[in-house]
Every structure is written in structure tokens, then in C-alpha cells.
């Protein structure tokens, strides 16, 4: 189909109203303004400003939106600073479907720059997709430079104005990657407008109406080069914003003078500016935005369109179960709590699970080990002897981190290189270098590109295809995202485009070194590129408590943070990664902690089900009762059964503020219908009435039973439109729902 071009030069406006269906979308083209509209959203070009808005059919409304460059020499440009907006509309055809792109050129005589957004929508998707582009003018010979370009911003200054419609609005703001217990919040309007709420959201966000669940989701689904940040400022009146910022070039600093969540640590953690792009052309991410009446679907399209850009690792076979030495002793064997004598009883002790060892072969899996007490002998004995008991052993290690004592720099990054840690160091804004975690005893930020990080990579890697491990975690891999004033790769000028390299070298070296079907499990880490391995930590480390502010524990590491984070990323788990990994079980204690209740261990259990985790455990089992309950829990055979092919549940009952008092329901479809739900009060029951309808239950009669026990305790009758469950304080209950067939 030809294009149909349209011209708006300020004070001259041409045209008359054109009317055309392209791909079974309206297109409507008149002298003032180009509309289109689908069965999602009516999207409104206007021809003198150049001004883009956002009409979704749930309400949700984006008006006046501009498109933005900040240059590094040429200054802040907006799209409606320009002069002349050239509006085409084309026909797509790419990996999502066919569509239409509409392409807005903004440029003039006055300005060294032109600025082109790119809005394409779908016959059969239900977002768009959004991009902004910075090319040189005409015979201007200026290449774009940036490190902050915008491809949708709501600005007050432009009349820019974002609505939200709902009693109870919300603001999703995610952290940038999941260190420091960092919690994901869930942005209320203040009452009091004279003190706005204010902050910055990583990757994606999503705005929503709280009790029903419409709203808009935004994200950006490329990330090789930059780091997307989506900066907010809420309205005088509810549900409006005054700002609403999405841009290329997030870089921030953590000020520990702040609450975590609220700039103290949620975001890229740099010590450098983002780095600069240039080029003829210089390219924004690519943003999905999707407005319907229920935001749980577009996050699942969101994570599928990520992967259908990026990719995605499969895994043959069940999931794996894995035993980790961390919950028992930090470093492994450094306060001499567990010995390799003692390996050896914690895997004579997991084969006697019948059921845990029924499906994938269990995993010992060594966390952080000190090497002058765990050689790589050492651990290859400790891999042959598993191997006797149909184990395998698991391997970690640091890829883009070293730690060490600060004043050890020079030391080599690896033995027999001559390479000191500190030409391989990142540098901070002064060029100094950069301790990713800081202290006398720090860890280092090491830069991706540096050959001697790959020749410290392998040597790793060559550890592990030693000992024969089949299971492989890495932690610590935000450090290879941070920018730095200083590469050896002079081509890479970001830390996402760091980052990248190190991630694909480092995945082309585990399946070249020890072969393609090794499972690798991300610890800390940013959330994207995610490409790179089978699963990864919904939160920080977990330590089975129940509550942050539970009294003798950490204010940080409980099953009822980490799982209120999880209603906000169930999402991820089959689009993403095969499997989440909400860190391991503890049946009894974790590390020095006090002892935990029975209560906590099966809260703890149902709260990996409904995130899809892989099974984990962290226990001592040498010890009487954890032994027990690791009986009890860990080698059920409905528990079993579950994690061979773990699934998430879909969240009903989302987290919602700061409370620690959260009451969350979550349900997973399927030939037999799943129900948990979870009350963290400790002074109220939590009783919720469930619709069949909403349950997708068929017109028959169902038997409620316990996952645990197997034992029955309530039905649902034919034709029956609703029942409740009931759950006590601090406890969750995990129900199957039975169809009998009269």
C-alpha cells in the first residue's frame, strides 16, 4: 500500500479529511491531526505541535506526549521544538504481526538535529510499541551524542497530562535490580497535594486502578544499550500525573541518606554518568505499552515480547531440586560448621528422600567457598562422592566482581596473568575505581570487556567442569552493569552494552567448556537482558522468617516481603526464564538466626509454589527436628510433584503498600484447579470470598482438599456461584480444588 504522507508546517495547515482502513484499523488524516484507532487505544498525532496522545479504551489516558534528546553538544531538543511535523503511515509486518507504523518527523532549519518517533500498533496485539530516533539534519554534519533520550514524555510544561482512572490509583516502581532487599513499591496520591509523590521506576512500570486491575503497563523490551528509567510526579488530583518521563540513560547513585526503596539503593548503583551514544543515528529503547482492563495480561505479553526480541533458554526435563551450603555457613568451612566430613552426611541424608529424589537428580550445591579450605579437589571428592548417590554438585562464582582486601589492588585478577585487579577495575566519575560493595573487605567491579575477566571466567569455569557440576549460580552480576570512565573495549560505551558482552561470552564459555546442558541460576543481577539463564532471584537471599519485623531476625530477608515482591513478578516466570528461584527453604534456622516455627517452614513452601521457584533447601540436617521436618515438607510427595515442573500462580489479591500485614491470594489453572493464599497479620484472620466464575470452574461440583495431608475438607456445589476460605494469622493455607463427575 502507498504511503500516505502528510505535512503541518506551523501557520500553514493542509489537507482535507481522509478516512482508510489499514490492516483492519481505522486511519483518519486531516488537516489538524492524524488519528488511528484500534480496538485498544485511539492514538491522536497532532499536526502543528507534533504532540502525540494516548486514548486506551479502559480510560487510561497519556495527552500532549512529546518525544525528547538532551545532546551532549548541541543541548535539550524536544519534538515540539521543531518547526515542521512529518506524519507517514505504513504497513508492518514484523515478528508481533501486522500492523501500522506511523513515523513523525520533526525537524527544521534552525536545529543541527532531527528528531523521528516511531508508534506502531497491531491488528491482533493489544500494545504498541514506541521508539525515538536522533539523526543528523541536512548538511548540518553533526553526529547525535546522548545519554538521555526520551521516545514518550508527559510533561505539565507541555501540557502534558496523564490520567488514571479508579478510586484507588496506583504507581508501580521497581527497583533496577533485586539487591539489598529493595522492596518493590506501590505508589499511592498523597493526600496532602502539596507534597507529590515523586520517583523513578526501572525497566517498567506499570499505572493501575488497585481493586480491579486495569491500568497501563510500560516497559522497555530492548536492552543492549541502555538502561530504561520512567520518572513520575503524581497530580493535584487523584489519579493524575503532572510528569511521566520514560528514557535511555538511567544512571544513578545509591545515597544511603534516603530510605532504600525511595533512592538509597533501588537504583543502578553507578559512580559514573551513563555513558554516551553517537552515530548517525541514535536509537531510544523500544517501549511496550499496553492499556486494558486487566494489567496481569499485558505483564505476561510484556515478558513474551521480551523474549520474543531477546530470546529465551529452555530446560529438558524437571526442574532441578537443589541442597545449598549457604543457610548452613556463609563461606563455606570458615567458621568450621561444616567440614567435607559433614558434606557427606548432608548427602547420605538427601537420598534417603524418596520422593525429593524421584524426578531430577538432587544437587549439592556449594555457595561461596573459601579455596584454601574447599580446594577444587576437595570439591571434586565431594562430586564423586554425590555421584555414588545419583547427585550432582553445583558450582558458584562471581563473574564481574572480585572481592578482596581494599588495599590490595595490585594484586593479580588471576594467577600467572601479571594483570593487577586494577587495570581491569571499573572507574567512577573521578576515575577512581569503583567498589561495587564497599569496605575494608570490598568487591571490586570488574569490567566485562577486559580480556583478563574472560581468562578469569574460564579458569572458573574449568574449576567447575572439574569437579563435574552440572548446576551453576552466579552472583553479583549488577557490577558488570556500571558505567565507567574507563573500557578496554573503547567500542562499548555503556555498562548495559558491558554487561551484554559479559553475559554472552559467559554463557558461549559454560557451553563450550561444559557443555549446553548445564542449569545456570542468577542471584543478584540487573532483571534484563535476562537471555542468559533458566532462572533467576524474584528478591535478595531469603531466610525463611516470616516477617521483616520479626523480633530476634533481620528487618530484611522474610518469606512475606519476598513473596509480596513476588505478586508484582509471577509474570516472569514461563516468558523470562523457565523457572523463578526464590532462594532456598530453611527447616530449622538459617546461619546464626533464631529457630523458625513449623507454621514458617510450610508458609515458606507454599510461597515458592506459587512463584514457580525450583526447589531449594539450605538446612542443616544433621540436626534431629530439620531432618524431620525436611521429611515432612521437603519429601512430600504432593511438594514433590509440584516442583518437578514448577508453574506460578496468577496473583488475585496483589501486595499492596508498605505494611509487613499483607493478605494475598493466588490461583493456577490447570486440569486440577490450585488455590493459596497467605496471611501475614498477626492479630487478623484473612477471610476471602472466591467467585467460580472468576476461578474459571466448570458447572460441577468440586471437593476442596489440603495439598499437604491430601485430606478433604469443604466441596463446592454444582452451580454454586461463590464460597470462602479462611485463613489464620501468620499462617497459608494451598488448596486443590477436585472435580467429581456425578
Excluded at 493526600?191 to 521506576?201: C, F, L
Excluded at 554516551?276 to 517501549?287: R, W
Excluded at 567442569?465 to 552472583?475: G, L, V
Amino acid at each position: 500500500m502507498q504511503k500516505k504522507r502528510y505535512w503541518c508546517i506551523a501557520g500553514c495547515l493542509l489537507g482535507v479529511l481522509l478516512s482508510v482502513k489499514l490492516m483492519g484499523q481505522q486511519v483518519q488524516a486531516g488537516k489538524d491531526s492524524t488519528v488511528l484507532v484500534n480496538r485498544q487505544v485511539k492514538l491522536i498525532v497532532d499536526h502543528l505541535t507534533g504532540k502525540v496522545s494516548y486514548h486506551f479504551q479502559n480510560g487510561v489516558q497519556l495527552d500532549n506526549t512529546i518525544a525528547s534528546i538532551e545532546d551532549v553538544n548541541t543541548g535539550y531538543l524536544r519534538s515540539a521544538d521543531f518547526a515542521k511535523h512529518h506524519t507517514t503511515t505504513t504497513p508492518v509486518k514484523d515478528v508481533f504481526g501486522t500492523g501500522i507504523r506511523v513515523t513523525i518527523e520533526h525537524s527544521d532549519n534552525r536545529h543541527l538535529l532531527q528528531l523521528t518517533q516511531f508508534i506502531t500498533l497491531y491488528e491482533e496485539q493489544p500494545f504498541l510499541l514506541i521508539s525515538a530516533e536522533a539523526t543528523t539534519a541536512n548538511a548540518s554534519g553533526k553526529l547525535p551524542e546522548t545519554r538521555n533520550i526520551s521516545p514518550l514524555a508527559v510533561l505539565s510544561a507541555q501540557l502534558g497530562h496523564a490520567y488514571i482512572p479508579g478510586n484507588e490509583p496506583r504507581i508501580l516502581d521497581v527497583p533496577f535490580d533485586n539487591d539489598n532487599w529493595v522492596n518493590i513499591l506501590t505508589r499511592e496520591w498523597p493526600k496532602e497535594t502539596s507534597s507529590p509523590a515523586t520517583g523513578i521506576s526501572y525497566e517498567f512500570t506499570a499505572l493501575y486502578e488497585k481493586n480491579t486491575l486495569s491500568g497501563l503497563v510500560v516497559g522497555s523490551i530492548t536492552h543492549d544499550c541502555w538502561k530504561t528509567g520512567i520518572v513520575y510526579k503524581t497530580g493535584t488530583a487523584k489519579g493524575e500525573l503532572d510528569s511521566f518521563y520514560i528514557f535511555g540513560g538511567a544512571a544513578t547513585e545509591d545515597n544511603k541518606a534516603l530510605p532504600a526503596a525511595y533512592g538509597g539503593l533501588d537504583g543502578t548503583h553507578d559512580h559514573a554518568p551513563h555513558g554516551t551514544l553517537t552515530g548517525e543515528k541514535v536509537t531510544s529503547p523500544l517501549i511496550y505499552l499496553a492499556g486494558t482492563e486487566d494489567i496481569r495480561q499485558n505483564f505476561t505479553g510484556y515478558g513474551a515480547a521480551n523474549a520474543k526480541l531477546a530470546g529465551v533458554l529452555s530446560w529438558k526435563g524437571y526442574a532441578p531440586f537443589y541442597w545449598n551450603s549457604f543457610g548452613v555457613e556463609g563461606v563455606l568451612g570458615y567458621e568450621k560448621v561444616m567440614m567435607p566430613a559433614s558434606m557427606a552426611r548432608i548427602s547420605d541424608f538427601i537420598q534417603s528422600l524418596g520422593n525429593f529424589n524421584k524426578y531430577a537428580k538432587p544437587v549439592l550445591s556449594i555457595d561461596a567457598y573459601d579455596q584454601n579450605i574447599y580446594t577444587t579437589e576437595i570439591l571434586a571428592s565431594l562430586g564423586r562422592y554425590a555421584k555414588k548417590r545419583d547427585q550432582q554438585i553445583g558450582f558458584y562464582f562471581i563473574p564481574f566482581a572480585l572481592w578482596t582486601w581494599k588495599n590490595s589492588i595490585d594484586q593479580e585478577v588471576l594467577k600467572g596473568t601479571n594483570i593487577p585487579l586494577k587495570e581491569v577495575v571499573l572507574k567512577d566519575k573521578n576515575f577512581n575505581p569503583i567498589a561495587y560493595k564497599d569496605g575494608d573487605w570490598a568487591a571490586f567491579a570488574m569490567d566485562p570487556t577486559h580480556p583478563a575477566v574472560r581468562e578469569y571466567i574460564i579458569s572458573q569455569l574449568k574449576k567447575a567442569k572439574a569437579i563435574n557440576a552440572s548446576f551453576i549460580k552466579i552472583d553479583f552480576l549488577s557490577a558488570g552493569s556500571l558505567e565507567s570512565t574507563t573500557r578496554y573495549d573503547k567500542s562499548v560505551r555503556t555498562g548495559m552494552q558491558a554487561y551484554n558482552k559479559g553475559m554472552k561470552m559467559l554463557k558461549s564459555l559454560i557451553d563450550s567448556i561444559m557443555g549446553p546442558d548445564i542449569f545456570i541460576t542468577m542471584a543478584i543481577s540487573p532483571m534484563f537482558p535476562h537471555q542468559y539463564a533458566h532462572a533467576r532471584f524474584i528478591s535478595t537471599d531469603v531466610y525463611s522468617h516470616l516477617r521483616d519485623d520479626q523480633s530476634g531476625f533481620p528487618h530484611y530477608g522474610s518469606t512475606a516481603a519476598s513473596l509480596a515482591n513476588g505478586t508484582h513478578m509471577w509474570w516472569v516466570q514461563g516468558t523470562l526464564w523457565p523457572y523463578t528461584n526464590l532462594d532456598v527453604a530453611i527447616m530449622k534456622k538459617f546461619q546464626k538466626n533464631p529457630e523458625l516455627t513449623e507454621q514458617e517452614v510450610k508458609v515458606r513452601i507454599y510461597a515458592m509454589m506459587v512463584m514457580g521457584s525450583v526447589l531449594g533447601d539450605g538446612s542443616d540436617f544433621r540436626d534431629k527436628l530439620a531432618a524431620e521436618r525436611a521429611r515432612k515438607y521437603l519429601d512430600n510427595p504432593e511438594v514433590c510433584a509440584f516442583f518437578s515442573s514448577p508453574k506460578a500462580f496468577t496473583p488475585l489479591k496483589m501486595s499492596d503498600g508498605e505494611s509487613q500485614d499483607q493478605q494475598l491470594v493466588f490461583l493456577l489453572k490447570g486440569d486440577t484447579t490450585m488455590l493459596g493464599l497467605f496471611n501475614f497479620a498477626t492479630q487478623q484472620e484473612f477471610k476471602q470470598v472466591l467467585y467460580t466464575k472468576d476461578l474459571g470452574l466448570g458447572n460441577t461440583k468440586y471437593i476442596m482438599t489440603d495439598l499437604l495431608t491430601g485430606n478433604a475438607f469443604g466441596q463446592i456445589e454444582k452451580g454454586q456461584d461463590a464460597f470462602s476460605l479462611t485463613v489464620p494469622v501468620k499462617d497459608a493455607v494451598l488448596v486443590k480444588l477436585i472435580p467429581v463427575n456425578d
